[in-house]
């Protein structure tokens, strides 16, 4: 079953280990004691490695691994006019080596606004460096609100939320375009929040906040439709649910059913990378929302531990999904990324790349090609 078009059958959430010389050499950029040009050059080398090594082992989208990122949502977001953040940590700092840390602080303090470009750059030296597909993994807008609800959104510049939500669609808009542009096909959104609100205890503090926990999920369909229209027909967008991954830790837990019908029929998304390596997320029978043109990649495969999953296990639960979603529909990745912030998991590089490696020849196994 050849699949020309992301996602690929053997497929992957995009951040990897941070390498020790980029650990030592952001240590070092905080410091002052090189420059950041020094530091990206470091960055450079490692990530071409990574992309060699995606390559090599069969992976078919390529990605810089996140290795110019701290948190793979506040980089980003912190590049927006109007959004600021507070209580970054360095890759030095001792607040990291504990998995009960407070994280940074997100909040809306101005109108937002898109007066640069964020990932392109980076996307630019990905594409000179690869022979496959380079993909691009960008937090989903939604990440603006849900922690913080009305309360992290300046009353002033946005006494009424729906041109809070229209400026940060444009917002997305805006740079999606600058990406195409460059000639970037394949973008991921990572979303946190769609899968939180599956969680009990996350959807009463949505209400506590002050937020509909049944009424959100259409809320944020809506914003990222906005933030894709008129996408370019040749542009896959993926969407990647995550229950949080910090040091091999996770936030939240519960099935997609609360969430799956708006999740598979009003977001305009052409595939969904869903977390499954574990009971946490419930079965797969949500997936019978799915329509017949949408991807589905199980994330079956764990970034958490080192451990390999044995591939007939795997092959299983695979047959298992496709009796909700036909089989041509179904690719395999991990759960997550091996490194959504600057600290990693616990896993080292090699483990990582043995995971990696799995995803590809289980594919292979049960469709034929990766």
Not at 340 to 351: F, K, L, P, Q, R
């Amino acid at each position: 079953m050849t699949k020309p078009t992301p996602p690929f059958r053997a497929d992957h959430v995009g951040s990897l280990m941070r390498p020790q010389s980029v650990l030592q050499a952001r240590s070092d950029a905080a410091a002052k004691t090189i420059s950041v040009g020094d530091l990206r050059a470091i960055e450079d080398k490692e990530i071409i490695r990574l992309a060699k090594k995606q390559e090599e082992i069969g992976l078919r989208a390529i990605t810089d691994g996140e290795i110019r990122r701290a948190f793979f949502h506040l980089d980003f977001l912190e590049r927006l006019d109007g959004v600021t953040v507070d209580g970054m940590i360095e890759a030095n700092s001792d607040a990291g080596e504990t998995v009960h840390f407070t994280p940074p602080r997100l909040s809306v303090t101005g109108k937002l606004r898109h007066a640069r470009d964020i990932q392109v750059d980076d996307f630019n030296f990905l594409k000179r460096h690869v022979t496959r597909t380079p993909k691009v993994t960008i937090p989903s807008p939604t990440m603006v609100h849900f922690r913080g609800g009305r309360a992290a959104i300046d009353i002033k510049s946005y006494p009424d939320l729906d041109p809070f939500f229209e400026d940060l669609a444009q917002c997305y808009r805006d740079e999606i375009a600058t990406l195409y542009s460059a000639g970037c096909r394949y973008i991921q959104l990572d979303d946190t929040n769609l899968a939180y609100l599956c969680d009990p205890k996350m959807r009463q503090g949505a209400l506590d906040r002050g937020d509909d926990p049944d009424e959100l999920p259409r809320t944020y369909a809506a914003l990222i439709n906005a933030a894709l229209r008129n996408k370019p027909s040749d542009l896959t967008v993926c969407i990647h649910l995550c229950r949080g991954n910090f040091r091999s830790t996770w936030f939240a837990e519960g099935s997609y059913e609360p969430v799956a019908d708006v999740l598979f029929n009003e977001l305009n998304v052409d595939g969904y990378f869903l977390e499954y390596d574990d009971e946490r997320s419930g079965g797969f029978s949500p997936l019978r929302f799915v329509p017949g043109n949408k991807t589905v990649v199980l994330g079956l495969v764990t970034s958490k531990r080192a451990e390999l999953e044995p591939m007939r296990e795997l092959i299983n639960r695979v047959e298992e999904a496709a009796q909700y979603v036909p089989l041509e529909n179904l690719c395999l990745s991990p759960q997550c990324g091996f490194s959504s912030t600057v600290h990693g998991n616990d896993i080292s590089e090699d483990a990582q790349w043995r995971k990696l490696k799995h995803v590809v020849d289980t594919a292979t196994e049960i469709w034929g090609e990766a």
